[in-house]
């Protein structure tokens, strides 16, 4: 018996997963990364009182099993993820829940946040919703369950249902310090099973040792939120380089993993961060590989070869577009030049980069996006960036969103809302228009020829060879129909 369950629910198939993370809500092909989120949701609450987390998604498991789970947990408390694209999926855990148990159901973030009234409406199962940062709230969560008062009494950060009422807390304030933080509680995750396309060693895992993003770029679920205070907040916070490499050698050390993905927004804003933790991570002999995100215009040489010396094989660069027009309206405020200087100093240094384009932008033209296709094969033959391209997607919050809005460039509804399938368009640029050139960027440009043959030249780990062979069957296997789901 637990308190509280914390339930990552069923993939769409046995191989489409589904992340439920703020920044990563979208079903992939063979993207089976651990639940971040409701992974630290159930490190924080096992401070307090008994808690354990279950993941469907990787074990490949549907409600059945997840419902035997709960008959056998009999918990106070079930907490699960959320993505727009599988808000039917994901909220049937409410129907299970309470045909196993007598249960509180609820689940976690900002989009939810945001449509609260509707899916309390629409879900009669649905008791609570934690707003935004989760880790803070369910420790009073857990703090008042252990002192027998009502959950939510009190706690900033959480719509509940009463009765026949909708008790709204209030937002809670963005936590500035993040050393406090838990480890997110993959101890209880099969870690052997997780997998995604471009690991190099296995057992891997993902953490984040930053928040925030001081950045504005319309799109994002993180700087482009029209409320700073909402997801994990505009303003960027961090681990302590201290803290950070005790979760890192923690990992490593007690948990066996070989490959680590720093899934923080833009991991390399604090250079001498960075460098801190590379410098602790060679100190203390740590045999793991890494990689990370970040800015095209938030990397330097010194902090590159720190990084090198500390097991960094891969940098993912967000540029977006090619287009100076469409980077304005986008706010961006990089430039191709800017981007060409980062994976050229990125690749002298001996790490590989991968470079993230999209299509479905304000103002982008098919004459554009072509421009942008042109310069992603160049990256790619030159430098041997690895090119991928997602459909812009309006999620609710972002400044895209209300431009949309304002604009009636939404074409379909919030379960809709993924980023292989476009749910806008424009009269320059119809959905269909918007399909094609995605389809058309794959075919041509990840799946160049020239490309591939240097890819495979430059392998250097076993694991690769099978993550080339997913990379090709799935592209290929799409392009004979649509692109959903493959990144």
């Known amino acids: 018996m637990v308190d509280i369950l914390v339930v990552n629910q069923p993939p769409l198939t046995k191989s489409i997963a589904v992340p439920r993370e703020i920044d990563c809500a979208n079903p992939q092909k063979d993207y089976?990364?651990?639940?971040?989120?409701?992974?630290?949701?159930?490190?924080?609450?096992?401070?307090?009182v008994s808690t354990k987390i279950i993941d469907a998604n990787v074990l490949k498991k549907d409600y059945g099993w997840i419902g035997e789970q709960i008959k056998k947990e009999k918990p106070k408390l079930v907490i699960g993820g959320f993505t727009p694209p599988t808000l039917k999926l994901d909220?049937?855990?409410?129907?299970?829940?309470k045909s196993t148990s007598n249960a509180l159901f609820g689940i976690w973030g900002p989009v939810p946040t945001m449509i609260h009234k509707r899916l309390f409406k629409e879900f009669p199962t649905l008791d609570f919703i934690i707003s935004n940062e989760p880790e803070f709230t369910i420790e009073e969560i857990a703090k008042n369950m252990r002192d027998n008062k009502h959950p939510f009494e009190g706690v900033k950060g959480v719509?509940?249902?009463?009765?026949?009422?909708i008790i709204n807390n209030g937002l809670r304030l963005i936590e500035k310090k993040l050393d406090d933080l838990a480890f997110p509680a993959y101890d209880q995750l099969p870690m052997e099973k997780y997998y995604v396309p471009f690991n190099r060693r296995l057992p891997m895992a993902f953490i984040r040792t930053s928040r925030g993003c001081?950045?504005?770029c319309i799109f994002c679920m993180?700087?482009?939120?029209?409320?700073?205070?909402?997801?994990?907040?505009?303003?960027?916070?961090?681990?302590?380089?201290?803290?950070?490499?005790?979760?890192?050698?923690?990992l490593v050390k007690d948990l066996g993993v070989k490959e680590i993905v720093f899934f923080d927004p833009e991991f390399t804003i604090d250079k001498e961060r960075v460098i801190e933790i590379c410098k602790g991570m060679i100190k203390k002999k740590l045999d793991v590989i890494w990689s990370c995100q970040a800015r095209v215009d938030q990397v330097r040489e010194d902090m590159l070869k720190w990084m090198k010396k500390a097991g960094c094989y891969g940098i993912s660069f967000g540029l977006e577009t090619s287009d100076p027009c469409v980077m304005s309206v986008i706010k961006k405020k990089v430039s191709?030049?800017?981007?060409?200087?980062?994976i050229k100093i990125t690749t002298q240094t001996g790490i590989k980069c991968g470079i993230n384009f999209m299509i479905g932008l304000p103002k982008q033209t098919e004459e554009s996006f072509l421009k942008d296709m042109e310069f992603a094969k160049y990256l790619a033959r030159?430098?041997?960036?690895?090119?991928?391209c997602t459909i812009a997607t309006p999620y609710p919050g972002t400044l895209f969103r209300k431009m949309a809005e304002e604009n009636n460039w939404i074409k379909g509804d919030i379960d809709e809302l993924e980023q292989t399938s476009p749910v806008i368009e424009y009269p320059y640029l119809s959905r269909e228009k918007i399909e094609g050139l995605h389809k058309k960027f794959y075919k041509e440009i990840v799946l160049d020829p020239i490309r591939l043959i240097k890819r495979v030249l430059s392998i250097r780990y076993i694991h690769e060879f099978k993550n080339l062979w997913l990379y090709i069957k799935h592209f290929t296997a799409n392009l004979l129909g649509k692109m959903r789901?493959?990144?």
């Open 159 to 165: 719509v509940y249902r009463d009765k026949n009422k």
């Open 214 to 216: 001081p950045f504005s």
């Open 32 to 48: 089976f990364m651990q639940p971040m989120g409701l992974a630290y949701i159930a490190g924080m609450a096992r401070r307090y």
């Open 485 to 487: 789901y493959v990144r």
């Open 222 to 250: 993180v700087g482009g939120q029209l409320d700073a205070r909402s997801g994990y907040g505009h303003r960027w916070r961090a681990y302590s380089p201290e803290r950070a490499l005790k979760e890192i050698e923690w």
């Open 91 to 97: 909220l049937k855990l409410g129907q299970v829940t």
């Open 382 to 388: 030159k430098y041997g960036a690895r090119p991928q």
């Open 336 to 342: 191709k030049e800017i981007a060409e200087h980062a």
